[in-house]
């Protein structure tokens, strides 16, 4: 009998990343989106989609949450608030969407325990990221002690995080040797058709590039 894993993917290098992983770890994935009013919800769910394609995944979730628009907080999902461009920033940025990876992680640990996975694998990134707090190893080690006490006493889940102590280059360097399509990815956080080069993601995103001495395969402004 193959394991199952539940992979939460965004469209995003990391969680694409993680995916194939655990697809050269031998799980049977099945694949969760997020639909929550984010900028660019076109362009992910499309990413994902031919992700998907080229994995063969079978099983995949679209899940369409419209809270984190209703609360607006984050340039993210309120149209109101502008996407920073000037460069990273100390402390937790505007883009940050309130508790998201927490409320993402939630409905996964109910799917997961409906489809009989034994883990559910995330690409959060603590060291090279934009600094949200639902992003730290201690908050998902936290948050698998209170998953497990919360299903069934035979759901017994893990959740796996093999990116969240590296850095961005290092995380194409790995995405190369595993011959990830990353033109099939997707990190800018206002276009969906060219990635603007100058907000936060799309920094990070160039600067694991640049560091890696790789050309980014996607196309910019």
Same mark, same amino acid.
């Given at each position: 009998?193959?394991?199952?894993?539940?992979?939460?993917?965004?469209?995003?290098?990391?969680?694409?990343?993680?995916?194939?992983?655990?697809?050269?770890?031998?799980?049977?994935?099945?694949?969760?989106?997020?639909?929550?009013?984010?900028?660019?919800?076109?362009?992910?769910?499309?990413?994902?989609?031919?992700?998907?394609?080229?994995?063969?995944?079978?099983?995949?979730?679209?899940?369409?949450?419209? +809270?984190?628009? =209703?609360?607006? $907080?984050? @340039?993210?999902?309120?149209?109101?608030?502008?996407?920073?461009? /000037?460069?990273?920033? !100390?402390?937790?940025?505007?883009?940050?969407?309130?508790?998201?990876?927490?409320? +993402?992680?939630? =409905?996964?640990? $109910?799917? @997961?325990?409906?489809?009989?996975?034994?883990?559910?694998?995330? /690409?959060?990134?603590? !060291?090279?990221?934009?600094?949200?707090?639902?992003?730290?190893?201690?908050?998902?080690?936290?948050?698998?002690?209170? $998953?497990?006490?919360?299903?069934?006493?035979?759901?017994?889940?893990?959740?796996?995080?093999?990116?969240?102590?590296?850095?961005?280059?290092?995380?194409?360097?790995?995405?190369?040797?595993?011959?990830?399509?990353?033109?099939?990815?997707?990190?800018?956080?206002?276009?969906?058709?060219?990635?603007?080069?100058?907000?936060?993601?799309?920094?990070?995103?160039?600067?694991?590039?640049?560091?890696?001495?790789?050309?980014?395969?996607?196309?910019?402004?």
């Amino acid at each position: 009998m193959s394991k199952k894993i539940l992979c939460i993917m965004s469209g995003g290098m990391d969680s694409t990343l993680v995916a194939y992983i655990m697809k050269a770890q031998h799980y049977d994935i099945v694949a969760l989106h997020f639909n929550y009013g984010q900028r660019t919800i076109s362009k992910e769910l499309e990413c994902f989609r031919a992700i998907c394609d080229d994995l063969n995944i079978n099983s995949t979730y679209e899940i369409d949450l419209d +809270f984190f628009k =209703i609360i607006g $907080a984050s @340039a993210l999902t309120d149209h109101t608030i502008d996407v920073p461009v /000037g460069g990273l920033e !100390e402390g937790v940025p505007v883009t940050y969407v309130p508790f998201r990876n927490g409320i +993402f992680l939630s =409905i996964a640990t $109910a799917i @997961a325990e409906k489809e009989g996975c034994e883990s559910i694998a995330i /690409g959060v990134v603590q !060291e090279d990221s934009s600094g949200y707090p639902d992003c730290r190893d201690a908050f998902i080690q936290s948050f698998t002690q209170s $998953a497990n006490l919360g299903t069934r006493d035979e759901t017994k889940l893990t959740i796996q995080m093999p990116l969240v102590h590296l850095q961005k280059s290092q995380i194409v360097q790995e995405a190369l040797r595993l011959n990830v399509p990353l033109h099939l990815t997707w990190s800018c956080y206002q276009n969906d058709d060219r990635a603007c080069g100058v907000c936060d993601s799309c920094r990070l995103r160039l600067r694991g590039f640049e560091n890696a001495e790789v050309k980014d395969p996607i196309e910019y402004v």
